[in-house]
Nanobody, 123 residues
Framework: QVQLVESGGGLVQAGGSLRLSCAASGRTFSSYHMGWFRQAPGKEREFVAAINWSGSTTYYSDSVKGRFTISRDNAKNTVYLQMNSLKPEDTAVYYC????????????????WGQGTQVTVSS
């Protein structure tokens, strides 16, 4: 098990940027694949981005590709989500996820979830 704590959310104008961070507990962070999901009011939780354990491979949803960048620092037990060119439709609670074994990055069956951080993009 790993505990995840997100930070960095807030209110930003459309076109602006935010960087989310997710700090993980434990000494085995580097063995976990990491992901970001989001859930907007009245909508289902959806996949945003994922990164494999080493950081060598990343995955993005079509809606954020080219605007968001996921990265990790295994020495700091932290994964990041750099969000640029934000749009009002990016408004959601963003969740960090972790799992040692993933066959489908976009499904919701990740074993570990954070509590979420609110991102609000005003028009």
């Amino acid at each position: 098990q790993v505990q995840l704590v997100e930070s960095g959310g807030g209110l930003v104008q459309a076109g602006g940027s935010l960087r989310l961070s997710c700090a993980a507990s434990g000494r085995t962070f580097s063995s976990y694949h990491m992901g970001w999901f989001r859930q907007a009011p009245g909508k289902e939780r959806e996949f945003v981005a994922a990164i494999n354990w080493s950081g060598s491979t990343t995955y993005y949803s079509d809606s954020v590709k080219g605007r968001f960048t996921i990265s990790r620092d295994n020495a700091k037990n932290t994964v990041y989500l750099q969000m640029n060119s934000l749009k009002p439709e990016d408004t959601a609670v963003y969740y960090c996820t972790a799992d040692k074994y993933r066959s489908n990055w976009a499904d919701l069956a990740w074993r570990n979830w954070g509590q979420g951080t609110q991102v609000t993009v005003s028009s």
